[in-house]
């Protein structure tokens, strides 16, 4: 009971028992007593409802995750992500899936250790955007003429997050020079190689259709790349070093990617490894630090398939300084193509002339006998 009271973000037990009281009027062992499951739960798997304030563009979300999804580790189909996960010697896997009924995204995490689990719905809610404001953002956008019409026809877009730092900017780099696709093609072939194989086996659901992509392994650490022979993976010598020279930084603790409180300093340091440029430091500022003034854009001087693809307009900084402070989103909006007949999978508000009276996130807990479900 220690930890879920812990793993639920209470202080103590105390706090915890009084808080079930307070919501349902009886103590946990009443609930524990009245509990009648006809069906045995899984151990160790938890179900978190986590809020946002509508609109969502779960839809762009998904598509822009989906594409970058490393082959072993991650898997975007059937309108769910999905991903494997390492935490202080613990292994495990979440599944996050869109709740249209209650302006919500569904996490599914299995994980060993539930002490952690306030960190990886945490670190969920960053990676898919849910603290944002939109009613506060489209406000800026809506001064471009360029979007003007785009952020009331197609709401909601969201700045991707990432899980791990040093996985997002290895995968940058892997995308130097080459497509969004060849360079997923590529992290397969790395983490088959240098990652670990997740020694609980193949996570599955029961929605996933026969096809899925399977999930096998963790993306490799910055040790296991640390003097690791990339170029047998199909990799120039050139990027392989760079690789290598950033995952030996990371792993000696000259690069961290967590508790940076300067974005600028960590993009410096970022740019002195060589062949890491400040498009990509810009790229991963926007996407590990949540920097929303980074705009990795076509004047950053590297010459790659993957800007074209990522900034469809060819802007520049300068180009939208009138719109500085909210960067990272008019990045997002310029990459993202123009739908007019797609029916679109985002969540508005009922009452959107006023997203700002929206609920923000909240949770509210309910515990059963074998498992923790957060709604």
Request: aromatic share 8%; net charge positive.
């Amino acid at each position: 009971m220690n930890q879920i009271a812990l793993a639920s973000g209470f202080g103590c037990v105390r706090r915890f028992n009084a808080g079930i009281r307070k919501v349902y009027h009886r103590t946990p062992t009443q609930i524990r007593r009245q509990a009648r499951q006809t069906k045995a739960q899984p151990g160790n798997q938890y179900v978190f409802r986590l809020h946002f304030r509508p609109p969502y563009h779960w839809e762009g979300m998904l598509a822009f995750l989906a594409a970058r999804a490393t082959p072993g580790v991650e898997c975007g189909e059937q309108g769910s992500y999905r991903r494997t996960i390492s935490l202080h010697g613990h292994e495990g896997y979440f599944e996050v899936s869109l709740d249209r009924e209650h302006s919500a995204l569904v996490a599914r995490i299995e994980f060993g250790d539930p002490r952690s689990l306030f960190f990886i719905v945490e670190r969920i809610r960053t990676m898919f955007d849910l603290n944002a404001d939109w009613s506060a953002i489209v406000q800026s956008l809506r001064l471009d003429p360029a979007l003007r019409e785009r952020v009331e026809s197609d709401p909601g877009l969201r700045v991707p997050g990432c899980w791990n730092g040093f996985e997002l900017a290895t995968r940058a780099i892997l995308g130097q020079q080459i497509t969004v696709k060849g360079a997923t093609a590529l992290a397969g072939r790395l983490t088959a190689r240098f990652g670990k194989p997740l020694s609980s086996g193949s996570p599955s659901t029961e929605s996933a259709p026969a096809s899925a992509k399977i999930l096998t392994h963790l993306f490799p650490t910055p040790e296991d790349l640390a003097d690791a022979r990339l170029v047998s993976i199909g990799l120039t010598e050139a990027h392989a070093e760079t690789i290598r020279a950033l995952a030996r930084a990371v792993a000696d603790g000259k690069i961290q990617f967590v508790g940076v409180v300067d974005a600028v300093a960590f993009q410096e340091r970022l740019c002195e490894i060589p062949g890491i440029g400040k498009w990509t430091a810009q790229y991963v500022a926007m996407r590990e630090l949540g920097e929303p003034d980074a705009f990795p854009s076509s004047d950053l001087g590297v010459p790659r398939d993957g800007i074209k693809e990522f900034s469809r307009t060819g802007r520049t900084r300068r180009d939208v300084a009138s719109l500085a402070g909210i960067r990272a989103h008019v990045s997002m909006e310029d990459r993202q193509p123009r739908r007019s007949s797609r029916k679109q999978a985002t969540i508005r508000d009922p009452n959107h002339e006023d997203w700002s009276n929206c609920a923000a996130a909240g949770s509210s807990v309910s515990v059963g006998n074998c498992g923790l479900a957060i709604a």
